[in-house]
């Protein structure tokens, strides 16, 4: 099949999580189709205006890096029957098209896909390019899963970045004095500094921070949201670190900062430029990933510790990639310990430690390295979902 024009709709959940991917789905797919039309439907740009700061909220319609973002909360069958409908629709994240758009697409619109969220669970393999049906209409309508092998969807990756990444590597100590200092942050950056980024779930950082200061390096956290910072706030208390000013922090010998929000480029950047990022969500996890450095995973929680089964699954795919198995063993402990919590709050509930971590960094290093070429030789998202619609 021959398209012309992608519709992807999102309706906002997990805050920047949803619209991050839609964003990155988005850009990914024009930057690898540049004739195509591409435009993303959304019900809250606001979230958006945070993720790149040429997108203005309160608009019904605006381009932004060629690809037109349109709030969906205004929509309706007038607007749509003005706007038409794309060759290719996207329900992203399970979302549920407005029925003012769907009626139209299920008869104009040769092909509908589910962009699912990311796994690395194996049943995912036997969903990814199912059919789904449909209760009328001629569209055609199938699952697209994301995963880590060769029969999913394959991850996104910032292309840009991968791109540049030896250069932003080497560019790092200019990058994070830049960084601070746009976001008006007084604090010195040097080599030989131990440097970490940490944006989770809301959670204690008592165990964190205990064996960060049983390290002879200064450490440097650059904490994001206000998950993370609640939780990394009551944890000081509890440690009664009463030194430095906000919104820098000080506890032995690490200096926490409480970064503002920045854009989805500097994020991703940042990653390539740290010594070990602790990340939450799908998006953050493949683009730690793609930063080829040591990484420590907060899974959503679910009912029954289900983000256990998610986490047990990403690890046995990391698992090849480690070349020492006690390494891989202390790796995989700390994971499921970190991922341990039942409800989200700002007491330290599980019992992990991190002595192993980071005398090991390297060697997970050299695994997540191994973990990057793999994706990006094996699973390109982009380049799967092109070619399904093309053979469709």
């Known amino acids: 099949m021959t398209f012309h024009s992608i519709d992807i709709f999102c309706h906002v959940i997990d805050n920047f999580g949803d619209a991050g991917f839609v964003y990155r789905f988005a850009t990914e797919m024009k930057l690898a189709h540049p004739s195509c039309r591409i435009r993303v439907f959304i019900d809250n740009v606001a979230v958006l205006a945070n993720i790149d700061h040429a997108i203005i ?4 319609m605006q381009e932004c890096n060629s690809v037109l973002f ?8 007038g607007k749509v029957e003005t706007l038409g ?3 290719v629709l996207v329900e992203a994240l399970g979302c549920h098209t407005p029925e003012c758009y769907l009626e139209k697409a299920l008869f104009a619109c040769p092909l509908i896909i589910n962009l699912e969220y990311l796994s690395a669970e194996p049943w995912i393999e036997g969903c990814h390019l199912k059919e789904s049906l449909l209760p009328k209409g001629t569209a055609k309508k199938y699952f697209f899963m994301p995963g880590f092998t060769p029969s999913t969807g394959g991850t996104l990756l910032n292309s840009r970045v991968q791109a540049r990444k030896g250069d932003i590597v080497a560019g790092r100590t200019g990058f994070l004095k830049d960084l601070l200092y746009r976001s008006g942050i007084r604090h010195p950056v040097s080599e030989g500094r131990l440097i970490g980024t940490v944006f989770t779930y809301e959670r204690g950082f008592d165990t964190l921070l205990v064996d960060v200061g049983q390290l002879e390096q200064e450490v440097l956290l650059l904490c994001f949201g206000q998950k993370s910072r609640s939780g990394m706030e009551h944890t000081l208390s509890r ?15 690490a200096s926490i900062v409480f970064m503002p929000f920045i854009t989805q480029g500097e994020y ?3 990653l390539c430029c740290t010594d070990f990022n602790l990340v939450r969500g799908e998006d953050s996890l493949v683009q730690a990933i793609g930063a080829g450095k040591p990484f420590i995973w907060n899974a959503y929680l679910q009912d029954a510790k289900y983000q256990e089964v ?3 699954a990403l690890l046995a795919a990391l698992k090849p990639c480690f070349d020492d198995e006690a390494v891989f063993a202390a790796y995989r402990e700390l994971h499921l310990l970190f991922n341990d919590a039942a409800v989200e709050q700002p007491l330290q509930t599980t019992g992990e430690r991190y002595a192993s971590f980071f005398r090991d960094l ?5 695994a997540i390295v191994k973990m990057c070429y793999f994706i990006k030789k ?3 998202l982009v380049d799967r979902f092109s070619h399904f619609i093309r053979e469709f």
């Open 57 to 60: 909220s309160g608009r019904f």
């Open 70 to 77: 349109i709030d969906s909360t205004m929509l309706d069958a």
């Open 85 to 87: 409908v794309a060759d």
């Open 239 to 253: 440690l009664e670190a009463a030194g430095g000013r906000e919104p820098v922090r000080r506890w032995r010998n």
């Open 268 to 270: 991703d950047t940042l």
């Open 310 to 312: 998610k986490v047990e």
């Open 362 to 366: 390297k060697k997970i290093e050299l």
């Open 378 to 380: 094996n699973g390109n």
